[in-house]
């Protein structure tokens, strides 16, 4: 509990409005005042992603995170689209998130929330996530992202493993993704 009582309190420290930094000025601290477009504890973030799940199955997916400080809101939508026979399903994440930065390189955040699964029918269930993001150098880090969910007993695990190359405001991601359900 401390440790995430003293990552919630840098995360804060690091966006408080008074030591936000608009220039490119480096701080030997590790806890370092959080710079603009920098990539950790966003203020605003926006991913979108197309995955090739099979032949004739793909998905769209849109990620989105509006926060400040240790807390954030955290949606969620993939969309599935079958060709044969034509199907659709939708995955929606939204999370109360608490994020901890543990350095100017490393957060790792809490989310608590629900997923909904809309398809023919529509079901809902708890669900937790764990996001820790890697940032060692000012152009590349690695994200992970892993999700476990409960919809009507059963378990669905949703894991996210990506390389980040980028600048301020933008970057590419290249990764994996899997889904795994257990009745």
């Given at each position: 509990?401390?440790?995430?009582a ?18 490119d ?5 590790d ?13 605003f ?7 090739n ?7 769209l ?6 926060g400040y400080?240790?807390?954030a ?10 060709k ?14 608490y ?35 890697i ?20 378990s ?20 994996y ?7």
């Amino acid at each position: 509990i401390g440790g995430m009582a003293l990552g919630g309190m840098s995360s804060w420290e690091r966006v408080c409005p008074s030591r936000v930094r608009p220039s490119d000025e480096t701080d030997a601290l590790d806890y370092a005042p959080r710079k603009t477009g920098e990539p950790l504890i966003p203020f605003f973030r926006v991913d979108i992603s197309r995955q090739n799940v099979e032949s004739d199955v793909d998905a769209l997916d849109l990620r989105a995170e509006v926060g400040y400080g240790p807390f954030a809101l955290h949606y969620n939508q993939t969309h599935f689209n079958e060709k044969q026979p034509e199907d659709k399903l939708n995955l929606i994440r939204i999370y109360g998130v608490y994020r901890m930065s543990f350095s100017r390189f490393v957060e790792l955040d809490l989310g608590l929330g629900t997923l909904i699964i809309d398809g023919k029918n529509e079901n809902a269930g708890f669900s937790l996530t764990l996001p820790l993001i890697i940032r060692p150098v000012k152009y590349a880090g690695v994200e992970f992202r892993p999700a476990w969910s409960n919809v009507n007993g059963t378990s669905i695990n949703d894991y996210d493993i990506a390389l980040m190359l980028g600048e301020k405001y933008a970057s590419l991601k290249l990764g994996y993704r899997w889904l795994h359900s257990v009745e």
